[in-house]
């Protein structure tokens, strides 16, 4: 299973970006998607979740400004970040939590980060 990140780059603050990362090799069934960031000297932190069913959950810092969604079809997560602020800045990995064909047990999947740096 591969996950490829894209979108991250430099912005002003106020500004927006858009992440994606699209899933692909064998995985067969994909039940939650989601963003995770690590801020320099920092541990890795949730940002923003989404189930199969399409309930989300965000850290509170990003509540408002970011929204979650996903393509179920294309295998891909998105993360719409708005009114970017510089304590927005690290590298943000996406996760897929799913199963590979033939196996019945659920595995998480990481991508292998994209670089997002807010200037002030």
């Known amino acids: 299973v591969q996950l490829q990140a894209s979108g991250g780059g430099l912005v002003q603050a106020g500004g927006s970006l858009r992440l994606s990362c699209t899933a692909s090799?064998?995985?067969?069934?994909?039940?939650?998607m989601g963003w995770y960031r690590q801020a320099p000297g920092k541990q890795r932190e949730l940002v923003a979740t989404?189930?199969?069913?399409?309930?989300?959950n965000s850290a509170d810092s990003v509540k408002g400004r970011f929204t979650i969604s996903r393509d179920n079809a294309k295998n891909t997560v998105y993360l719409q970040m708005n009114s970017l602020k510089p304590e927005d800045t690290g590298v943000y990995y996406c996760?897929?939590?799913?199963?590979?064909?033939?196996?019945?047990?659920?595995?998480?999947?990481w991508g292998q980060g994209t670089e997002v740096t807010v200037s002030s």
């Open positions: 989404m189930s199969s069913a399409g309930s989300t």
């Open positions: 996760k897929v939590t799913g199963r590979v064909r033939g196996s019945p047990y659920l595995h998480d999947y």
């Open positions: 090799g064998s995985i067969f069934s994909i039940n939650d």
